[in-house]
Structure formats: structure tokens, C-alpha cells
């Protein structure tokens, strides 16, 4: 239920701003069930306060959000993360070759596929590489490059180049943020510039995303979501977002968290 009274929803407003990105006029107008000329009051209030800064179309939050490393990551939505990794997995026949990217969700479906034989995996992620390390049947390949500590993946001229040397049966990328008008959110501009290359090189793509990414914009840059994509979430995702995410052209597979797909 949104929070009652003009001084309870700025205050979310500004939670929200810091923790997820979300400020547009649009977006909170439909999050808190209020008009935009309520929510642009809120916003010049918040901005006259320091707590927010005005952008077009809405605000952003002073402090940026902290990117949370993949060590941390790794224990949210561990059950949805493991569902979405089973089912991207399903995917994945003998002799294949897959590109990984780097990220929790993508090293928990390289887990999954120590299994498959026969495979050839390319990744940009260190956990995909540990957790394919001594798979028996599975050849692996690193793109090297830069290695940014904080998500444990490479990035960088190196990883780009080795890309234009290869192609793939499908990848499987992960993001920060999934939104519909933005794609997918990462915290630079490296990221999601390898993210675009990848999908390139690959004949099917996949984005990796629990139900709490989605919607989301913690950060400032983007790879397009491009239609004929397909989206592996949860069951707790939000109907609406899905909805509009197909409407764009993009598939939507809701993996069953008890076991198997849905």
C-alpha cells in the first residue's frame, strides 16, 4: 500500500531514488497512485531540501548507489537465482557453445551446466570460471581483459577484441537493472558496451534477472533490450512489468521455483 500523507511518500520517494533509481515523473505517479502534478510538488520539495537533484522528466538521488559486490550478491534471492539458473540451463544441448557473462545468477547456471556434455563455455565472469574449473566434459575459455573486483568479471579492449574471433549458440547475460524503456542497467559504460557485443556474436540470447531486478535503475548505463531477447525471472515478478516487457517484443520464460519451468 503507498504511504499516506505528503511527508511519508517524499521520504519513500527519496529511499526509493537511492536504493532502486527509481524518480521518474511516470514511475512514481503509478508507484504511489497519485497524480504527476502531485509528484512534481514532491520532487521541486525534495529538490528546495538537497535531497534530491531535478532531472528531465524526474530526479535522481545526490549519492550515487553503491554497486554491492558479487560476494555479497551471491546469497540474495538464492532460490530464485538457482530456479532461473535450472531452467536457462534446460536450454543448453550437447555440443553447444554459450558465452557467460559474469554476475551471481549466470555463475550459478555455469554450476548447472557442469552436467551438460560436450560443451564449450566462453565467459567474462571469474565465478563461471571456478565453478567449471574441474567440470569433466566442459571446455573453457576466458575473454580476458580488465577484471573489475567488485563484480569479479572482465571488461575492457582485450575481452572486446577476443569477441570478434568468436560466436556463439546462445548468451546468457546478467544486469543490475531490467527496465523496459532502458534495458539493461549496469554501473559503467564497459559493461554494457561488452553486454552489446556479446549478444551480437550469439545466435539466441538470454537475460538472467530475478524479480527484484526488474524495474529497476540503480545506475546510469544501459545496453538495449532488443526484441526476440528472452528474459528468464521468477514467479514473484511483477505482472505489469512482464506484460510490458513482452508488448516490447521480448519473451518471458517464469522459472519454477520448486523445480523446473513454468
Do not use: N
Request: aromatic fraction near 4%.
Amino acid at each position: 500500500m503507498p504511504p499516506r500523507g505528503s511527508r511519508a511518500r517524499r521520504d519513500e520517494i527519496v529511499r526509493l531514488a537511492t536504493t532502486s533509481g527509481l524518480a521518474s515523473v511516470e514511475e512514481l505517479s503509478h508507484a504511489f497512485d497519485v497524480t504527476a502534478s502531485t509528484i512534481r510538488r514532491d520532487l521541486a520539495q525534495l529538490t528546495a531540501e538537497g535531497r534530491l537533484a531535478r532531472t528531465y522528466g524526474g530526479a535522481m538521488a545526490l549519492s550515487a548507489h553503491p554497486e554491492t559486490s558479487l560476494r555479497q550478491r551471491i546469497g540474495e534471492a538464492f532460490g530464485a537465482k538457482r530456479a532461473i539458473a535450472r531452467s536457462a540451463a534446460a536450454l543448453v544441448r550437447p555440443g553447444e557453445t554459450v558465452l557467460l557473462d559474469a554476475g551471481s545468477t549466470v555463475g550459478a547456471l555455469a554450476h548447472e551446466l557442469r552436467a551438460v556434455p560436450g560443451i564449450t563455455v566462453v565467459t567474462t565472469g571469474l565465478t563461471a570460471l571456478g565453478e567449471l574449473s574441474d567440470a569433466e566434459g566442459v571446455t573453457v575459455h576466458c575473454l580476458g581483459g580488465t577484471l573489475r573486483p567488485v563484480s569479479q568479471g572482465f571488461v575492457g579492449p582485450l575481452a572486446e577484441a577476443a569477441l570478434e574471433h568468436l560466436s556463439f549458440d546462445r548468451a546468457f547475460l546478467g544486469a543490475d537493472g531490467v527496465t523496459t524503456d532502458g534495458g539493461l542497467c549496469e554501473a559503467e559504460l564497459a559493461q554494457t558496451r561488452l553486454k552489446e557485443l556479446m549478444a551480437r556474436r550469439a545466435s539466441a540470447v538470454y537475460v538472467l534477472a530475478h524479480a527484484d531486478k526488474l524495474g529497476r535503475r540503480p545506475f546510469h548505463a544501459w545496453a538495449r533490450l532488443e526484441p526476440g531477447w528472452t528474459l528468464i525471472t521468477d514467479p514473484a515478478a511483477d505482472t505489469a512489468q512482464l506484460a510490458a516487457l513482452r508488448g516490447s517484443g521480448v519473451t518471458v520464460t517464469v522459472a519454477d521455483t520448486t523445480d523446473g519451468v513454468a
